[in-house]
C-alpha cells in the first residue's frame, strides 16, 4: 500500500502483525470499529476468501481488488 500510495485514503489500516486472531475473525475489524459511526462508513479491500467472509461476518461492504495477486506474465 505504501508503494502504491494507498495509505493516504484510509484512517485506519489493520496488518496480519496487527491482530490477535485472523480473518475470518472479526477481531481486527472489532480493532477499528466505532459504534458512533456506521457500518456503512467501513469498507473491506479483499483478496481472498478469508476476506469476504471476515467482511459479511462484521456486516461490512467489501470490494475484491486483484492487483496485487494476478501472475504476470513470463
Same mark, same amino acid.
Given at each position: 500500500? *505504501?508503494?502504491? *500510495? &494507498?495509505? *493516504? &485514503?484510509?484512517?485506519?489500516? #489493520? ?11 472479526? /477481531?481486527?475489524?472489532?480493532? #477499528? /470499529? ?7 462508513? /467501513?469498507?473491506?479491500?479483499? @483478496?481472498?476468501?478469508? @476476506?469476504? #467472509? ?6 461490512? @461492504? &467489501?470490494?475484491? #481488488?486483484? /492487483? &496485487?495477486?494476478? *501472475?504476470?506474465?513470463?
Amino acid at each position: 500500500m *505504501q508503494k502504491e *500510495q &494507498f495509505e *493516504q &485514503f484510509f484512517e485506519n489500516i #489493520i496488518t496480519l502483525e496487527s491482530v490477535l486472531l485472523t480473518k475470518p475473525n472479526t /477481531y481486527g475489524f472489532s480493532m #477499528i /470499529y466505532n459504534s458512533n459511526n456506521s457500518k456503512r462508513d /467501513y469498507l473491506m479491500i479483499w @483478496d481472498s476468501e478469508n @476476506d469476504k #467472509i471476515m467482511a459479511k461476518n462484521a456486516g461490512i @461492504d &467489501f470490494f475484491k #481488488i486483484d /492487483y &496485487f495477486t494476478r *501472475q504476470q506474465a513470463p
